[in-house]
């Protein structure tokens, strides 16, 4: 069996909204992935650099600009395929000018390389990610699963979960996507887009919406 522990899962949170980016690196094959470079390119370029991997590709659970505000910088620097679910193309697009709309200000990413679709399979040296298609935030909203983690963006928190009441949000779809990510198993490892780390068992036994004790509004 596979040493999990060899995989090293870096949280790097950038930006004004503390937006989790995570630096996924495989010491054996020196790769390593980004998953929702939100902001502070030059941060997470000297993560990369300091896991001594070599960046191939940046992964997006979702297209929000407060998750793709430093793509930009990144490929710049590093240019590498960027990965994005089609549903998503408007708020990747108008990244700059939705962040506007807070008072912020991010650099457009530029067009994504290549689309997510559920049941695609994510590689990073040996290992492999699935692709669960979990909208409700946002329509193109994925998450990655494999190796014991689940990289759920922005639909599953500690303790809490996404907004659902932001443009393209779907309550009902919402809800959907967290009784599918409540059926992996207790042990797996939740790295959510804000806060901090949790387990699938964690929050079936205290987030009351995945206890069944409350539903996003709407749905």
């Known amino acids: 069996m596979k040493d999990e522990a060899l995989l090293q899962v870096q949280q790097l949170t950038v930006g004004p909204l503390e937006e989790n980016c995570w630096l996924l690196a495989d010491p054996v094959s020196r790769q390593a992935v980004l998953v929702d470079p939100g902001d502070e390119p030059d941060r997470l370029l000297e993560a990369v650099s300091a896991s001594g991997c070599?960046?191939?590709?940046?992964?997006?659970?979702?297209?929000?600009?407060?998750?793709?505000?430093?793509?930009?910088?990144?490929?710049?620097?590093?240019?590498?395929?960027?990965?994005?679910?089609?549903?998503?193309?408007?708020?990747?697009?108008?990244?700059?000018?939705?962040?506007?709309?807070?008072?912020?200000?991010?650099?457009?990413?530029?067009?994504?390389?290549?689309?997510?679709?559920?049941?695609?399979?994510m590689t990073l040296g040996s290992y492999r990610f699935d692709v669960w298609h979990v909208p409700g935030h946002a329509p193109g909203h994925v998450a990655f699963v494999g190796h014991g983690l689940c990289i759920s963006g922005d639909v599953l928190f500690a303790g809490s979960i996404g907004r659902t009441d932001l443009p393209l949000c779907d309550p009902a779809a919402m809800h959907q996507s967290l009784l599918r990510l409540a059926t992996q198993e207790d042990q797996v490892r939740v790295l959510p887009g804000h806060g901090v780390m949790t387990t699938i068992g964690r929050e079936r036994a205290s987030n009351p919406f995945l206890r069944g004790a409350a539903r996003p509004i709407g749905a």
């Open 54 to 121: 070599t960046l191939n590709g940046i992964w997006l659970t979702h297209a929000h600009f407060d998750h793709v505000g430093g793509i930009a910088g990144v490929v710049r620097d590093t240019p590498v395929p960027i990965w994005s679910h089609p549903a998503d193309r408007v708020f990747y697009e108008g990244a700059d000018k939705n962040a506007t709309r807070w008072g912020l200000v991010v650099e457009n990413p530029p067009p994504a390389t290549h689309t997510l679709a559920e049941g695609d399979v």
